[in-house]
């Protein structure tokens, strides 16, 4: 099984920078991926990690440590519109087939 | 147009009842998906299909099964709703890894609604 954490709830202010992270634990992990998803709506892909590092496009930017079974996803020059909840997904590799588990998100409030 | 569709986008029905939601994509994509989500709990797996005469069992299946009519659709019932299948229900689709460019990241529909009294 896999278990997969991240922080409920998080506030931050408009311009200001925000990292939200993830940990998680799988027997055999494939590739770790971030979306963003507005109340009432349909989550939409940010990022994706398969190798240690760090993932820049644009305001966000998303790191993987697979020994330390880590991720953050950075929003930088916050906006309104970046309150949303933020979905940390594992996608793990067992018996031939890769399907994807989440987290339960991180609800993100930007205020003026 | 959206690439991922979904209807009814709202429905509400009573305990008892067989109820139908569909998915259609235009992505040309092989592999499908159905979740449900629930406040609290995240996004859970109902089902997937790899390809047309693939079906899995996900997290979450007892109470629904699916349907893969062609490539472009599929569907999800449940026999007897019962109120605790009141929940958000979000259909995906992803590319294989062996496509090209693939990379297996899974886009969403826009959701149903399901209210079960």
Known sequence: GQNIDQPTEMTATEGAIVQINCTYQTSGFNGLFWYQQHAGEAPTFLSYNVLDGLEEKGRFSSFLSRSKGYSYLLLKELQMKDSASYLCAVRDRNSGYSTLTFGKGTMLLVSP | ?117
Not at chain 2, 14 to 26: A, D, N, P
Request: with cysteine.
């Open chain 2, 1 to 117: 147009d959206a690439d991922v569709t979904q209807t009814p986008r709202n429905r509400i029905t009573k305990t008892g009842k067989r109820i139908m939601l569909e998915c259609s994509q235009t992505k040309g994509h092989d592999r499908m998906y159905w979740y449900r989500q629930d406040p609290g709990l995240g996004l859970r797996l109902i089902y997937y299909s790899f390809d047309v005469k693939d079906i899995n069992k996900g997290e979450i299946s007892d109470g629904y099964s699916v349907s893969r009519q062609a490539q472009a659709k599929f569907s999800l019932s449940l026999e007897s709703a019962i109120p605790n299948q009141t929940a958000l229900y979000f259909c995906a689709t992803s590319d294989s890894p062996g496509g090209e460019g693939g990379t297996d990241t899974q886009y969403f529909g826009p959701g149903t609604r399901l209210t079960v009294l």
